[in-house]
């Protein structure tokens, strides 16, 4: 821990970086985002089970970006990641949000994180998405701590659910869709968490023509819900925030862990692993299947 | 449609250069198709947003057909690899949410292709009747949707503003 | 059948075409023509081995050989006259072992052939050395499960 | 706004399933309609009139008419409109015929359908902005790609009209394929001697800048604005110093260590070589696979006799680049190789066939070398094998050609009359040879064409026997040829000396990279599609990019001839005039919502987005975000669709105009 | 076709008719040498006749029934793949499989006939494509004798390489494979033109002039580009070639007798076995090791 918040000091005071973002400790077992510029706080920096947010998220931000811009040069950000949250920086520097030489991530050997704030860390209260995790050393990182340790082992609950989802007819899988997106009443904390959710105006508060219902009647979420998984289908690095961040519990990141299966069926792409393979969307191989087209 | 047998309401969108041409080809050629499908013309498949399928669906079509030049006869070159693309991820997609696959199909049709037009519109009529009225879409609750919701006048405003971005 | 475009390819080639009464291009053409008595009253389709090589050699991917199957089988079905009585008699022979075996048996195969052919001479010269060499079995071999072989010629029989 | 619908009867060619005049009062009654009418020919005379006169009397803002495809009549009608002073981008048309009348038999469902039609296009025009054309300046020089007679003919024709060419050939010499040739078919003249006054009037052009041993690697702008990047490649000789006396060849130590391919491999050539005695330029070019120096160091022998010190071990590769208005594609063809099937081919060899195992089984291209009185034979009809005289010679036809399950569906076109002319060449040379010809069928179109198939039977005594041949094989030094007289319903079998095949013509290799670099559509053979079958055979699908010759499909030398000066005369009808006018169908960015993710300027097919850097008060660049090159966009709206905030739109095609017609159904 | 995983080496086995009678000491041969390069086999149990080319020249649904009643079985007894020496019987096998898998309507009535639902696709192997998956490698490893003064003619057949799309092994017209494991062995191969040619097998009883004409041109051409032995992967080939060749002496009084082995026999002669371990000596035409490199030696 010392290292980091000695590392993370001699960030700023060398003036390598504008700000540093990572995390602070709230109560024992709860932390929270915290941005650093002065280097006197960098004692505040944690890094543990409980830092369960993606920090990728707020590179996009437009009042954090502002720290970037002096007078006459541009500085550097420095993130804490998570290796599963290196993915979306991947995805984001693919993107064009940040220059890879804008952002200097300091990452760490992961063993997992607990599913909420408040949980003992064991393999019960395992977060979905390290069950599945093959990325306990971050992909691209320029400084890294912590050592290597294993994760506790744990059924996955989300991969049963789409098997089972898979069983089913279009009929009674339109009914749970139908039903899990009725619960939407359009807060929009998926898109405001998601990493990948730049966009300085998001399509459905696009107006004229209005492109998605805003209502948040059924027709309306339906559609929403659609398209966020479609804009995010071939991006989506699994972080899983959304279904974190969803106070009606919609189990989002399904849909999404769904598409990022087809995907990698279909074109073998995971989003955010690498920084030299083409992005999905805007990349095309002529030898994509042609299978359902007459 | 005032026929009291129900009529299935289709929707094709397809681009301007092979398929809009295969479709005016099927017409010279006095070639016979079903009535149902209305063709809405776009320069080139890759320009199809999958949000046009939804608005399709949300006002009442019950099948829609998306048809572009073949691979590598693109006019644009490249326009339809991208919508392959595109249109395989999205065709999983509402598989997944429940959207019986017939509702949206695709096909490539060149301008020479009259008869695959007529045989492919033919086709997706008959699967879209064996499917039947697509009332899970269209019974879902929209209430306070008001006829154009896509152009309410609340938004002239917004028209105004939006015209000013976008011509700067 | 449309996909023949009378090239010759496959009579070029075939191994067997110097014993055949017409070219197996025009055992196609006659049908392609509609004359199908002349087509399936001709010596070729029963010649015909099987070996591929037109299928293989085909410029227009037509499988020639599997039509050729094909014509044999409607040949049996209409009852046409088989002109190469001999090759039928040994096929029919050859599957009346499996009916009743469930494997070849060569013994009994080739005594019911020429019970059947009435050409009872031919292949004595080999025969011994055979049974000599131990080759030859004195028993048939049988499967343990006979039925679900019968039931497949029953099931598959146009009779 | 004031909306006037038109709705044309076509004679009875839309009224006799549409009700006409039903459709037309339904659109009265729409909001926004201010004038509805139907007429028996809305493109006639009286027809446009009837519009024009409308639109002035009740002041209309926009009209949609129902009749034909926009195809047909959208030009005419959107010029009514201009002469009555509404914006050409204001009128719609409804597709009633093509896509309604004569597709369907039921007259209820057609004119309900027919009435949806004018809905969609009513709500269409509502929404519809007025654009205008834009205007482009034009770069009066083409690029020439490939030197072969196409490529010569268009260079000479474009530069003799006054205009620069800039003449880019692959090999190191110009002449292609057809200074290959022996004698041409059906007159029997030299194929040099035509050939090679043509190829000196382009090297000493002085409009034409000719860049052999090079090759384009990069094409990016739009008609009458392409910037050509052509790579140079080194020749290690001095272009400005050679003399050509070609000592440097004489006295090159290395001669036996490569293929002469100029000579179809039947010859070999030194390190340092020009490809053919006739070549142009002169220049010879230093092979660096097998040349000594680059080996290991030494030799040096002609920089030794060359006393011009033109020799240049150290040149490297150049890069040019050329501002250009048009290009002409002329890169030609190659014959199908026929070995054995490898993995990486597209297309199934001819095993059965024996090339490349048997020497004297040989194809076409090798035979004119053969029977040219400056090959490796002097023009005597030898053997490969043991250089003796084959006394009988088989000629296959169709060997790929017509051939599906070796991946070739197509007729090569040209293979009828070569065969025939290299069978008249052989008995000419060899008097009391035999020459037999297997064939499928003749296909001998063309002036005087079948007459030269028919002298070659009835003069020269050639025997074309009518079937595809299966298997060559060889046995004591002959070739056993086994076909099938599909006429005679005979097999046949010949012992032949030697075997030509007239193997298939399909694209150069390297065709489908050079269309992607020029942005050109290809078919699945590679060969480069025209705009239109029948009516714009010599062009593209891109503008300002055209086709002449092979690499459009097979050809003989005269339709070459003739597609190159169709080529040259497109070129010159688009230098005609200073500026270029171009549809106003393009995409524009909301640079103030574009978040700059770029995924726009990943799909777009003619690179037409740039990167634009939005800048701070202190010049900070605080966003990246996407600019449309206005002159460059093609207008396919890829972009549009891919953009994820919507921050792009295409005009003419806007999304609010789709929205509605969606909305209208 | 499923490739192989792990270096558990075992595959399914389907003799075929022709291995328990008239060609047993390829069976015999097979298993030899197999067992040598560390392999085993699992016999297919209850096996029946694949209906050979006389199921499909009369009866095609009745050919794909028998045929697919094996690949049933192998399914039933967990094989996922079975290795059929006989061309004849490997092709049947794999081109039934084809037609079953790509065909809907002749899955729904195989599948009606037998009363089973075919899911999983065999992999079906001949003994080159065994030889193949083994590793050539083995056999050099293993090696007692170089056979290098054996010329060797490979013979294919018609049955194993055609069709080329579907077989997916080797080129239809020039094949290879079969030379690469006889260079194994160390004998050296000749280069000639019947490689694939068909010797009228299916005839072999009923017209027996056409089998010995076709036969003997095979030999003539074999022995003209300078092959001393002619080595087979097939049953009915081998029948053919060798037994044949006592009515080819008195059709063609000038005949000369030429030997003719299995492919097993061969690499079973380089492993160190001799000619009564693999089953030579019950070849009709005779041949011998020992006596072939005196032969050779002395002239």
């Known amino acids: 821990m010392d290292e980091l918040r000695n590392y993370a000091r001699e960030l700023l005071e060398k003036e390598e970086v504008a700000a540093v973002i990572g995390y602070q400790q709230v109560t024992e077992k709860r932390t929270k985002p915290i941005v650093i510029t002065d280097p006197a706080e960098t004692s505040r920096l944690v890094f543990n089970e409980y830092c369960l947010n993606n920090l990728a998220v707020y590179l996009t931000k437009a009042r954090i970006r502002s720290l970037m811009r002096t007078k006459d040069k541009t500085m550097k950000l420095a993130i804490v990641a998570k290796p599963c949250d290196v993915h979306s920086i991947v995805a984001l520097i693919q993107e064009n949000q940040i220059h890879r030489n804008d952002v200097h991530i300091i990452s760490f050997n992961c063993h997992g994180v607990v599913k909420d704030f408040g949980c003992d860390f064991n393999g019960d209260n395992l977060a979905a998405k390290c069950i599945k995790c093959e990325t306990h050393k971050p992909l691209y990182f320029d400084k890294i701590f912590g050592e290597e340790k294993q994760t506790p082992k744990a059924g996955d609950a989300s991969l049963e659910k789409i098997n089972e989802l898979e069983k089913l007819n279009s009929k009674e899988r339109f009914e749970f869709f139908k039903s899990e997106f009725d619960k939407c009443i359009k807060c929009y904390a998926c898109r405001a968490v998601c990493p990948l959710c730049y966009c300085q105006r998001c399509i459905t508060d696009k107006a004229i023509p209005r492109w998605i219902e805003s209502s948040s009647h059924q027709r309306g979420n339906f559609s929403w819900n659609i398209v966020r998984a479609f804009h995010l289908s071939g991006r989506c690095t699994g972080c899983g925030e959304c279904d974190r961040a969803c106070p009606m519990d919609i189990p989002l990141s399904l849909i999404n862990r769904r598409m990022a299966m087809e995907v990698k069926d279909l074109f073998s792409f995971v989003s955010g692993r690498s920084l030299e393979t083409p992005t999905l969307v805007g990349n095309f191989d002529k030898k994509d299947s042609d299978e359902i087209f007459m | 449609m005032s026929k009291q047998k129900w009529e299935p309401k289709i929707v094709a969108f397809v681009c301007n250069w092979c398929t809009y041409a295969g479709a005016d080809l099927a017409g010279t050629s006095r070639l016979k198709y079903p009535a149902n499908t209305k063709i809405i013309r776009v320069m080139c498949s890759g320009g199809i947003d999958p949000v046009f399928i939804l608005k399709a669906f949300e006002r009442g079509a019950d099948g829609v057909l998306v048809s572009g030049c073949h691979p590598n006869d693109c006019h644009y070159n490249a326009g339809n690899f991208h919508a392959r693309r595109r249109w395989d991820l999205f065709h999983k997609l509402l598989d997944f949410v429940g959207i019986e696959k017939d509702r949206l199909q695709f096909s490539w049709i060149s301008a020479s292709e009259g008869k695959k037009f007529a045989d492919v519109i033919t086709k997706v009529t008959k699967d879209i009747i064996a499917l039947g009225p697509f009332k899970t879409y269209q019974d879902m609750n929209a209430e306070f949707t008001t006829v154009f919701p896509e152009f309410a006048e609340a938004g002239n405003k917004e028209i105004a503003y939006e015209e000013e971005m976008t011509n700067g | 059948m449309s996909l023949c475009y009378q090239c010759g390819k496959c009579s070029a080639g075939c191994p067997i075409r110097f014993y055949m009464d017409i070219a197996p291009n025009k055992v196609v053409r006659l049908i392609q023509l509609g004359l199908y008595d002349e087509a399936l009253k001709s010596s070729t389709p029963w010649l015909c081995a099987g070996c591929l090589t037109c299928s293989a050699r085909c410029p227009n991917n037509f499988d020639l050989a599997k039509f050729m199957d094909a014509v044999r089988e409607i040949a049996l079905e209409k009852g046409v006259e088989v002109k190469e009585k001999d090759i039928l008699s040994f096929h029919e022979a050859f599957l009346d072992q499996i009916k009743m075996h469930g494997r070849s048996y060569e013994v009994g195969l080739v005594a019911e052939y020429k019970m059947k052919t009435l050409n009872l001479l031919q292949d004595v010269d080999s025969a011994p050395g055979m049974f000599f060499k131990g080759k030859l079995g004195i028993m048939p071999h049988n499967i343990e499960d006979k039925k679900s072989v019968r039931d497949i010629f029953k099931k598959t029989s146009k009779k | 706004m004031k909306i006037g619908v038109f709705i044309c009867h076509c004679g009875e060619n839309i009224s006799r399933t549409v009700d006409c005049p039903r459709v037309a009062h339904f659109a009265e009654g729409l909001p926004g309609v201010e004038y509805s009418i139907d007429y028996k020919y809305m493109c006639s005379d009286p027809g446009q009139k009837l519009i024009k006169d409308a639109i002035r009397e009740h002041k209309l803002d926009a009209i949609v008419v129902g009749s034909c495809s926009p195809n047909m009549h959208e030009r005419t009608f959107r010029n009514a409109a201009v002469s009555a002073g509404i914006n050409p981008f204001l009128v719609e048309i409804a597709n009633l015929r093509e896509h309604c009348s004569w597709v369907h038999d039921d007259v209820e469902a057609a004119t309900e359908k027919a009435i949806e039609l004018v809905r969609m296009a009513i709500e269409k025009v509502k929404r519809d902005k007025p654009l205008t054309k834009i205007r482009v300046p034009v770069t009066k020089r083409v690029l020439v790609i490939g030197g072969g007679i196409a490529g010569i003919q268009a260079a000479l024709d474009i530069a003799n009209a006054g205009y620069e060419v800039v003449l880019v050939e692959r090999e190191p010499s110009i002449g292609g394929h057809m200074s290959q040739l022996s004698e041409t078919f059906p007159t029997l003249d030299c194929s040099q001697c035509i050939l090679t006054p043509r190829m000196v009037e382009v090297y000493q052009h002085p409009k034409i800048k000719l860049l052999t041993y090079s090759e384009v690697v990069k094409v990016e702008g739009f008609i009458g604005n392409f910037k050509a990047t052509i790579k140079k490649k080194a020749r290690h000789i001095n272009e400005d110093l050679c003399s050509g006396c070609g000592l440097c060849i004489t006295k090159c130590p290395t001669k036996k260590k490569s293929y002469n391919s100029f000579e179809e491999n039947l010859a070999f050539r030194p390190a340092v070589y020009v490809p053919f005695p006739q070549a142009v330029p002169n220049i010879p070019v230093i092979d660096e696979t097998v040349c000594m120096y680059y080996k290991n160091g030494k030799c040096g022998m002609c920089v030794k006799v060359c006393d011009r010190g033109a020799i240049d071990f150290e040149q490297k590769d150049t890069m040019l680049v050329a501002d250009i208005g048009a290009i002409i594609v002329a890169t030609g063809y190659k014959l199908y190789n026929i070995e054995k099937a490898t993995p990486e081919s597209k297309y199934k060899g001819y095993g059965e066939y024996g090339y490349g195992k048997y020497r004297d089984v040989i194809d076409g291209l090798q035979f004119e070398r053969i029977a040219s009185a400056s090959g490796p034979t002097a023009g005597e009809i030898k053997r490969p094998s043991d250089g003796k005289e084959p006394k009988k010679i088989v000629f296959i036809q169709c060997v790929g050609s017509r051939d599906p399950s070796k991946g070739i569906s197509y007729c090569s076109k040209i293979c009828c009359m070569y065969t025939a002319k290299q069978a008249m060449l052989y008995k000419h040379k060899v008097h009391d040879g035999e020459a037999y010809v297997f064939y499928m069928d003749i296909r001998a179109g063309g002036k005087m064409y079948d007459e030269f198939v028919r002298r070659a039977i009835e003069e020269d005594h050639v025997k074309y026997i009518r079937g595809r041949v299966s298997k060559i094989h060889e046995e004591n030094g002959k070739y056993i040829v086994k076909g099938e007289d599909t006429i005679a319903g005979m097999p046949v079998e010949i012992d032949a000396d030697m075997v030509v095949l007239a193997t298939a013509m399909i694209p150069q290799d390297n065709a489908p990279k050079l269309a992607q670099t020029i942005g050109i559509p290809y078919d699945k053979h590679g060969f480069y599609n025209e705009a239109h079958p029948k009516l714009r055979p010599v062009e593209s699908t891109t503008a300002g990019v055209f086709l002449a010759g092979a690499c459009q499909s097979p050809k003989d030398i005269p339709e070459s001839v003739a597609m190159a000066s169709a080529t040259a005369s497109k070129a010159i009808i688009l230098f005609a005039s200073d500026t270029l006018e171009r549809e106003p169908v393009v995409a524009k960015v909301n640079e103030d919502l574009c978040a700059g993710c770029f995924y726009c300027k990943k799909v777009c097919p003619f690179g037409a987005i740039e990167v634009r850097d939005i800048k701070d008060v202190n010049g900070i660049i605080y966003k990246e975000v996407a600019y449309i090159n206005q002159g460059v966009c093609q207008g396919c709206g890829t972009c549009t669709a891919t953009c994820l905030s919507k921050s792009i739109e295409l005009a003419g095609f806007n999304n609010e105009e789709i929205f509605a017609e969606i909305a209208a159904l | ?299």
């Open chain 5, 1 to 299: 076709m499923k490739p192989l995983t792990g270096g558990n080496m075992r595959f399914g086995y389907y003799p075929g008719c022709s291995q328990i009678s008239s060609a047993k000491e390829y069976d015999l041969s097979l298993k030899k040498v197999i067992g040598n390069l560390g392999v085993s086999l699992d016999e297919l149990d209850d096996w029946s006749c694949c209906g050979a080319t006389s199921g499909h020249v009369t009866n095609h649904k009745l050919a794909n029934g028998l045929a697919m009643r094996n690949i049933m079985l192998a399914d039933h007894q967990g094989l996922d793949n079975i290795v059929a020496p006989c061309a004849a019987c490997y092709n049947r096998l794999i081109l039934s499989q084809y037609e079953t898998f790509n065909h809907p309507e002749i899955k729904s009535e195989i599948e009606e006939l037998l009363s089973t639902k075919f899911e999983k696709d065999i992999g079906i192997f001949n003994v080159l494509e065994l030889f193949m998956k083994i590793g050539l490698g083995k056999i050099v490893e293993n090696r007692k004798r170089e056979l290098s003064n054996l010329n060797v003619a490979c013979y294919y057949g018609c049955l194993l390489v055609r069709p080329a799309d579907i077989t997916k092994f080797d080129d239809a017209e020039e094949p290879t494979s079969m030379e690469r494991i006889v260079e194994a062995t160390g004998a050296k191969t000749v280069d000639w033109n019947h490689k694939v040619e068909c010797c009228g097998a299916a005839h072999s009883i009923a017209r027996r002039d056409i089998v010995v004409d076709l036969s003997k041109k095979i030999i003539d051409d074999a022995i003209a580009h300078g092959a001393n032995v002619m080595v087979v992967a097939c049953p009915m080939c081998h029948t053919n070639l060798d037994m044949r060749q006592r009515t080819m002496k008195k059709v063609y009084p000038g005949h000369k007798e030429f030997p003719v082995l299995y492919l097993t026999e061969l690499v079973g002669l380089s492993l160190g076995m001799n000619e009564k371990e693999l089953g030579i000596d019950l070849h009709y035409i005779d041949f011998k090791y020992d006596d072939n490199i005196i032969k050779n030696t002395v002239a």
